[in-house]
């Protein structure tokens, strides 16, 4: 996403109209696969909390697409990167429980 929003950037410092350029097809398809693999782990995840904040990356990232300019851009684009991290750091909670309870289990043995 921040490749594709420094992208738009650059075509309305140039232009002066937004959303009007075209991603290079590879960067696209970034994006494309990107998308894919948040809902293959967001529907993975039995955390329930760590679901609905991948859910609601998803949700933004959609939503980024369809702003309205430079500014409301980079404000759903700063909303992601904090969700980013509370999803990053809810998934290194879930999987520190598991060591935690692999450990347990181990040293009960």
């Given amino acids: 996403m921040g490749k594709a929003h420094h992208a738009d950037i650059i075509a309305f410092r140039l232009s002066g109209k937004w959303k009007k350029n075209y991603l290079p097809e590879g960067d696209a398809e970034a994006i494309r696969q990107g998308i894919e693999d948040i809902i ?8 329930v909390e760590a679901r609905g904040l991948l859910d609601r990356f998803r949700e933004g990232s959609n939503y980024v697409e ?15 990167s904090k969700l980013y991290e509370a999803v990053n750091a809810r998934i290194g909670h ?6 935690d309870h692999d450990l347990l289990g181990v040293a009960g043995k």
Avoid: N, W
């Avoid at 369809?66 to 992601?80: H, N, T, Y």
């Avoid at 879930?94 to 060591?99: A, E, G």
């Fill in 94 to 99: 879930v999987l520190r429980s598991l060591d």
């Fill in 66 to 80: 369809f702003v309205e300019g430079p500014d409301e851009a980079d404000q759903a684009l700063l909303s992601m």
């Fill in 40 to 47: 293959k782990y967001s529907v993975r995840i039995r955390d």
